[in-house]
C-alpha cells in the first residue's frame, strides 16, 4: 500500500473482507505517508464482480438502495479514489473478464 501513488488496485470478487482489509491498510498507508509529506491520492482501482451495480460507479447510491451496501462499489470504487483517483468496473464471470484483462494488457505491452 505504501507504493500505491500511481500504481493499480484490482479486486476480484470479494464482498466484504477484501475490501474492508484494503481500506484499513490504505488508512493505515497514508497516515504514515501523510507523517513522512507525502501523499497516496492518485491511483486507479477497478473492482470485477459478478453483481451489476445500478446508476454511476463513481458515486455512492442512497441508503435507501441495497446496493450502497455492496463495499466494493462504495469503498474501493468511490471513497478510497475521492481525492483524484480513477476508478473501473467490470461485471461478468472471471472466466471471461480475467482472460481479457491479460489480452487488454498484452497488447499496449
Same mark, same amino acid.
Given at each position: 500500500?505504501?507504493?500505491?501513488?500511481?500504481?493499480?488496485?484490482?479486486?476480484?470478487?470479494?464482498?466484504?473482507?477484501?475490501?474492508?482489509?484494503?481500506?484499513?491498510?490504505?488508512?493505515m498507508a497514508r497516515n504514515v505517508a501523510g507523517q513522512q /509529506?507525502?501523499?497516496?491520492?492518485?491511483?486507479? $482501482?477497478?473492482?470485477?464482480?459478478? %453483481?451489476?451495480?445500478? =446508476?454511476?460507479?463513481?458515486?455512492?447510491?442512497?441508503?435507501?438502495?441495497? /446496493?450502497?451496501?455492496?463495499?466494493?462499489?462504495? $469503498?474501493?470504487?468511490?471513497?478510497? %479514489?475521492?481525492?483524484? =483517483?480513477?476508478?473501473?468496473?467490470l461485471c461478468g464471470d472471471h472466466r471471461a473478464t480475467v482472460p481479457a484483462l491479460h489480452r487488454?494488457?498484452?497488447?499496449?505491452?
Amino acid at each position: 500500500m505504501e507504493n500505491l501513488e500511481g500504481g493499480v488496485l484490482l479486486s476480484f470478487g470479494s464482498a466484504i473482507m477484501g475490501p474492508e482489509v484494503y481500506l484499513k491498510a490504505l488508512a493505515m498507508a497514508r497516515n504514515v505517508a501523510g507523517q513522512q /509529506g507525502r501523499s497516496i491520492n492518485k491511483f486507479t $482501482t477497478c473492482v470485477f464482480d459478478l %453483481v451489476p451495480i445500478q =446508476g454511476d460507479i463513481h458515486h455512492e447510491l442512497p441508503k435507501t438502495d441495497a /446496493g450502497y451496501y455492496f463495499r466494493p462499489h462504495k $469503498t474501493i470504487l468511490v471513497r478510497t %479514489v475521492a481525492d483524484g =483517483g480513477e476508478s473501473f468496473y467490470l461485471c461478468g464471470d472471471h472466466r471471461a473478464t480475467v482472460p481479457a484483462l491479460h489480452r487488454a494488457l498484452l497488447a499496449i505491452s
